[in-house]
Structures are given as C-alpha cells and as structure tokens.
C-alpha cells in the first residue's frame, strides 16, 4: 500500500514515535510527572487506570500534526467559525483515572464556553475535535480514553490515510464527513495532507485549501 507520507531521502531524522508503556502506575505518580516534566517538553502521556504510556514523537510526526493544525485553523477562518486551540493541553478526568495528552485539540462548537487560560474537565466540555497522528504505532489506547472523556470527533491519521470517527451512543464511529466541517469529508483532509508530501511550502497547501472552500461556497 502506497504510504501517504514518506521522509525524504537520505533524511537523518527520525523516522519511528517512541512509546514506553508502564504499568501499576498511581494517579499520584503521573499527576507528578506530569508537575516534574513541565510543559515545554515534546514527550505526551496517557493514563489509563494505572496503565501510563509515554509518547515521543518522531520529526515526520510533527510535520504532519502541524500541517493538520494549520488546515484546521484555515476551515475556521474560512467558514467563519470560532475556534479555541488547546494544542496538546493535559486532559484529566480523576474520577475516571483517565487522562490524556493529544496531537492536537480544538473547541469549535463550544468555543463560546471556554475562557481563561485553565482548562477544568469536570466543569467545561471537552475538546470538540482531537487528532492523532499514527505514523508507526496505533493509538487504540488513547482513542479509549477519549472515549470515555466523549470527545465527539476524532481524526486519526495513518500512513495511508485520514480516518474521522464520531462518538456514537458511546462508542466511536467511521465517518465519511467531519462534524466540525460538515463539508468537508477524509478524502479532502488527505488530499491537501498528500499535496503537503510533493511541496516544501506549508503555505501552499493552505492557500490551496482555501480556493477550494471558496469555490464550494460560491456553488451553493
């Protein structure tokens, strides 16, 4: 199968995400790596009920997240919709024993809800799209803990593909169309991601992005 993204040669990179997975972790431990961490730090963590998994991306990883950040943020600018990035801010559920830290956040329906600089899941909504991207190792265990914080949307980009999934009834679903972009479908998402691999200008790829919105609002 054809890859989406593939590092250019003779590249000195690194090519695979590192993942460390501990177990019989406390609550109390992972909330003081966390504090110990800091947060100018590449590494993200995910806890799950005693199960921690530490996460260090690799350079084509970050490539492709902030691509994805960059057409996100277009979509919002281009339809005239509020949006409240939170990068890859902690998302903690104590009660649940269960938090997580993504790609990359957004709240866009509820973007309204969110003020302040302190993000407090018990009070305020969740994200309203996450992303993920799983260049050599799947995500399955943080796409859990999303779950039960019932993030709605969820984009999940692999080697060859872009997949959007919607909490459903409490469980997440393969979608055609995202529910932040109604218009906008995976297939869209991986063209512009894919016109990303054969250019060396992310501004390219957006201002191409923003052509086609305009033309798909101008045909209504």
């Known amino acids: ?109 509820n973007a309204s809800q969110i003020r302040g600089r302190k993000l407090d899941l018990v009070n305020n909504p969740p994200p309203d799209l996450v992303v993920e991207v799983d260049i050599t190792n799947p995500s399955t265990r943080r796409l859990k803990i999303y779950q039960s914080l019932q993030i709605p949307e969820f984009w999940r980009c692999t080697e060859q593909a872009i997949e959007i999934k919607h909490l459903q009834n409490g469980e997440y679903v393969s979608c055609e169309y995202s529910l932040a972009f109604p218009m906008v479908s995976a297939a869209i998402i991986q063209q512009f991601l894919e016109q990303g691999k054969d250019t060396d200008d992310d501004n390219t790829v957006i201002r191409s992005l923003r052509s086609w919105i305009q033309q798909q609002q101008s045909s209504r």
Do not use: C
């Open 1 to 109: 199968m054809v890859s989406l993204f593939s590092p250019p040669p003779n590249t000195s990179s690194r090519r695979d995400t590192q993942r460390v997975l501990l177990r019989n972790i406390s609550w109390q431990t992972y909330q003081a790596l966390l504090s110990d961490m800091g947060d100018h730090r590449s590494s993200r963590l995910a806890y799950d009920r005693g199960t921690l998994e530490i996460t260090m991306p690799s350079d084509l990883h970050e490539f492709i997240k902030h691509l994805l950040e960059r057409i996100i943020i277009a979509l919002t600018e281009e339809l005239n919709l509020k949006v409240r990035g939170v990068g890859s801010v902690t998302l903690n559920r104590e009660d649940l024993q269960r938090g997580v830290e993504p790609d990359s956040g957004f709240y866009i329906q």
